[in-house]
């Protein structure tokens, strides 16, 4: 079984709907992030929580929201989608106790806003 | 402020040659250093990363990378390129003084032609 993974793995939606995409890890790291990639962007990170009571916004954090539900857990919405939301969406995980250690990224999500 | 800059869009390279892909950082303190690999339809997989110590990093699937301090430079490269390394390829860099993110560049796509 995969040690990230991502629900759904694709969703068309509508402007204006609200979307959650969701994330689960099997690793029994503590950090976990949120990142969208756009053709020719590399990754940008939208929230990180390095614990369930820590949670940090990243360099595009507008217009999404995160929960951090449990360890494993951390689900990433779209309040109200608009089309330039449109993207490939990638969860991550990584463990704490220095700054050295790599991330672990989930299969991705393809969400399209029409 | 902390970035990562991959040069080049596409390498194209014959397979059995040698390949490289440029990747200069510019972070305020300390780098660590990372590459990744994007297959098709798959989320980023860890290649090898740059810590401390010898400036020649091996890693996984015959990659290595040299970390090249006075010009800010962590090239990725490979003897003999494989048609299976045609892939994704992102430099990351973390701070050792924010480590909190990582900054990823933009990618380079790697085609190896039999």
């Known amino acids: 079984d995969a040690d990230v993974t991502q629900t759904p793995r694709n969703r068309i939606t509508k402007t204006g709907k609200r979307i959650m995409l969701e994330c689960s890890q099997t690793k029994g790291h503590d950090r976990m992030y949120w990142y969208r990639q756009d053709p020719g962007l590399g990754l940008r990170l939208i929230y990180y929580s390095f614990d369930v009571k820590d949670i940090n916004k990243g360099e595009i954090s507008d217009g999404y929201s995160v929960s951090r539900q449990a360890q494993a857990k951390f689900s990433l919405s779209l309040e109200s989608a608009i089309p330039n939301q449109t993207a490939l969406y990638f969860c991550?995980?990584?463990?704490?106790?220095?700054?050295?250690?790599?991330?672990?990224f989930g299969p991705g999500t393809r969400l399209t806003v029409l | 402020a902390q970035s990562v800059a991959q040069p080049e869009d596409q390498v194209n390279v014959a397979e059995g040659n040698p390949l490289t892909v440029k990747c200069t950082y510019s972070?305020?303190?300390?780098?660590?250093l990372f590459w990744y690999v994007q297959y098709p339809n798959r989320g980023l997989q860890f290649l090898l990363k740059y810590i401390t110590g010898d400036n020649l990093v091996k890693g996984s699937y015959g990659f290595e990378a040299e970390f090249n301090k006075s010009q800010t430079s962590f090239h990725l490269k490979k003897p003999s390129a494989l048609v299976s390394d045609s892939a994704l390829y992102f430099c990351?860099?973390?701070?050792?003084?924010?480590?909190?993110?990582?900054?990823f560049g933009s990618g380079t796509k790697l085609n190896v032609k039999p």
């Open positions: 972070v305020s303190g300390n780098p660590y």
């Open positions: 990351a860099v973390r701070d050792r003084d924010n480590f909190n993110k990582f900054y």
């Open positions: 991550a995980t990584s463990s704490g106790g220095g700054p050295y250690n790599e991330q672990f």
